[in-house]
């Protein structure tokens, strides 16, 4: 069966842009995790959806970072205003139990 | 703020070695995880422990669950360069709106052939 994905995998952009980050979870799965991984950490949790409902967005770094799931399936974590300390890996991951998240392969977000 | 520290940061061994990563925290976890990232990719779960002093296998890998449920350890047995990846330990607490994994750094693992 399809894993999760996610779109683009690559992107630059230009200090100031917005940019939008495209998560598909596998299919049925209610809950939908996004997280910030910087270059050699570990990834960082940012915001938490249990269907269309945002449950959780206390990782959230500023007002500048977005996300939504409309529909209680894909998601999109939008960043305005990007900066350069938003250069990171975004990995976005879901799951149909607290005890198992499967990721997705992340979006590799560079800032210039 | 929970947190979880691993050590060591990196570790390059020859084919046939044995290794033990190490996952420490102050604060007690409902459960913790192992998750192995090669380059480019999403981490993938390797194992899921939940009961203070638990200790799974799988095949070559031994992962061990503190008694306090503050500390995990993954041993791992005859290395082989396949074995060469990023392993990152998270912790999870259940309950209300949580869930989101509070991940370590990491331990990057180099096995040369």
């Known amino acids: 069966g399809a894993g999760v994905s996610q779109s683009p995998r690559y992107k630059v952009a230009k200090r100031g842009q917005d940019v939008a980050l495209r998560c598909d979870p596998i299919?049925?799965?209610?809950?939908l995790f996004w997280y910030q991984q910087a270059l050699g950490q570990g990834p960082e949790f940012l915001t938490y959806?249990?269907?269309?409902?945002?449950?959780?967005k206390s990782g959230l770094p500023s007002d500048r970072f977005f996300a939504e799931r409309p529909e209680g399936s894909v998601s999109t974590l939008k960043i305005q205003r990007t900066q350069k300390e938003d250069s990171a890996v975004y990995l976005c991951?879901?799951?149909?139990?607290?005890?198992?998240?499967?990721f997705g392969p992340g979006t590799r977000l560079t800032v210039t | 703020t929970q947190l979880l520290e691993q050590s060591p940061q990196f570790l390059s061994i020859q084919e046939g070695e044995n290794l033990t990563v190490y996952c420490n925290s102050s604060s007690v976890f409902s459960s913790l995880q192992w998750y192995r990232q090669e380059p480019g990719e999403g981490p993938v779960l390797l194992v899921t422990v939940v009961t203070g002093g638990e200790v799974k296998k799988l095949k070559r890998l031994t992962f061990q669950f503190g008694d306090a449920r503050k500390d995990s350890s993954l041993h791992i047995t005859a290395a082989q360069p396949g074995d060469t990846g990023l392993y990152l330990c998270?912790?999870?607490?259940?309950?209300?709106?949580?869930?989101?994994?509070?991940f370590g750094k990491g331990t990057k693992l180099s096995v040369k052939p």
């Open positions: 998270a912790g999870q607490n259940y309950g209300g709106s949580q869930g989101n994994l509070i």
């Open positions: 959806f249990q269907n269309e409902a945002q449950l959780d």
């Open positions: 299919s049925g799965h209610v809950s």
């Open positions: 991951a879901s799951s149909t139990s607290f005890h198992e998240q499967y």
